[in-house]
């Protein structure tokens, strides 16, 4: 055992001082500033908030001391242990089976949670702080009480030790080449990204580019039957994101599944931004980007117009696209618009908003101010703080204390695949919409000089949510029912903000609600009328979208129209990858 952990310590010496030997090499994102969440203009708030109800205080603690010596007592004489913490049984981290019968480590597990609870409850409960001063304190001591977890720790962690026995502490080398990759990399990978390639088993429908600018490319699918639908739907996926979310694998593929049900499909595939894209902002996105794709699968396909998706941001943006269309008069160039996990109000967008304080934006500004561009890899750590437990620490145990090896999975290579975004634009978007809310006021932004109201949007519009959306809560995407005059649909999707979009039918997985009347009045009345149904939603769409998608037409294959074809699908922009 001397000889195995002596030959491992000089592996882990030799692979550390490769890794800083090659320093030079590693990436650079910019300047970090001083306190970039703002948290030291908090604190003392918080500090004034806790003092202010000295008895409740004082009675909070008194009742955390009984629970943690009645939780020693019990350790001391054998006693079974209960943390009072009805979420304990299902929380990923406890699993293993040492945590409830060995002693030590119940011991350990109750003493975190008992401390854990009564910290968010003492954050949560203090009087004298603002909406946004309670949720940024109540988020960052969740990310503190997250990172503390005895279970990410190697000394703490049952299942850890177990490995590190059996395995002569081979887990733990196995567990410094895997951090030290990733370091190189810049990201921490949650997958084995050695099983996809982008065009061979992911973003891998058949198509054609026929249309590029320097913001993205136009993508035409090849049909697989013989007639499709003469209006031809065009898909704006976020630029945040690469597009091929909706075409995963075949069985995940919303794209290909659309093609089989006759749809003639277009989507836009945004150009990972680089210092090229410095001075892009909305209207640019506007202009080169929305209208640009819509005016292209017009003069395509030949069709009067077009049905049109807008997925999260995208759909953000695609709102005020269609407020300004109906400014200019050119309203009647769209069929319909669907919008996936939307929001256009953001008075209640959840826990994205404690990033949208001025330190966060002075943050953000400093990053990207050397490139013109925030490196993808920053958004997506912030997409992940939002489930840092499934999300980072259940990686940081499974790859570098365990040092399993990377299960492939197609979601997970998605997420990890990160998008540079202009700064510019980011930027604005933060602080215009998130910050200020200025799109859910009538002429709160303009684009081209042309004042934004999105009452004068009175198309067809289907408005799908998520249940349990961490990034776009159901009750922010509602209101995209109170600025729209139109016929409305709403849908609300049983799981999240990708989950919640991707279920293909033959999954059969989660379920839906749809309303059939006039929409009530709140998001709760829809809860509380609505009909469930199992399943996906994906064939309520399509019964509303056929409706509004003309007669059948002999397919158009791409590349044969107007627009020539340029390299087959996915095309040069989704290929680009960071890190």
Known sequence: MFEQMTYLAGKAQQMMLEFWSGEEDQPSFGAMPFDPFGMAELWPHLGSALVSDPVRLA??????????????????????????????????????????????????????????????????????????????????????????SPSNYLLTNPEVLQATLESGGENLLRGTEHLLDDLKRGRMRMTDEDAFEVGVNVAATPGQVVFENRLFQLIHYAPTTAETFEIPLLIFPPWINKFYILDLTAEKSFIRWCLDQGLSVYIVSWKNADEN?????????????????????????????????????????????????????????????????????????????????????????????????????????????LRANDLIWNYVVNNYLLGKDYFPFDLLYWNSDATNVPAAWHADYLRDLYRDNKLASPGGIEIDGVPIDLRTVDIPTYIQAGKEDHIAPARSVWKLTEHFSGEMRFMLAGSGHIAGVVNPPAAKKYQHWVYDGHLPASLEDFQEKAEMHPGSWWPDWLEWISSRAGDKVPARQPGTGKLKAIEPAPGRYVKERNG
Request: net charge negative; charged share 30%.
């Open 277 to 385: 894209l410095r001075d892009v902002r909305l209207d640019n996105y506007v202009a080169e980007g929305f209208l640009t794709a819509i005016d292209k699968v017009l003069e395509d396909t030949g069709a009067r117009a077009a049905n049109l998706i807008g997925y999260c941001v995208a759909g953000t943006t695609l709102a005020a696209v269609l407020a300004y269309m109906e400014a200019k008069g050119t309203a009647d160039k769209v069929r319909s618009a669907t919008f996936f996990t939307a929001q256009v109000d953001f008075t209640e967008a959840g826990d994205l908003q404690v990033f949208v304080d001025e330190g966060e934006l002075e943050m953000i500004d400093a990053l990207a101010a050397e490139h013109g561009y925030l490196d993808g890899r920053y958004m997506a750590t912030t997409f992940n703080m």
């Open 59 to 148: 009675q909070m603690q008194m009742d955390y001391v009984n629970e943690a010596t009645r939780l020693w007592q019990g350790f001391l004489t054998g006693a079974k242990l209960e943390s009072g913490d009805r979420d304990a049984p299902k929380d990923k981290r406890f699993r293993d089976e040492a945590w409830t019968e060995i002693p030590a480590f119940q011991f350990i597990k109750q003493g975190y949670l008992l401390a854990s609870r009564y910290l968010m409850d003492v954050v949560s409960g203090a009087e004298g702080l603002d909406r946004k001063e309670r949720e940024k304190a109540i988020f960052y001591t969740k990310q503190f009480l997250d990172a503390a």
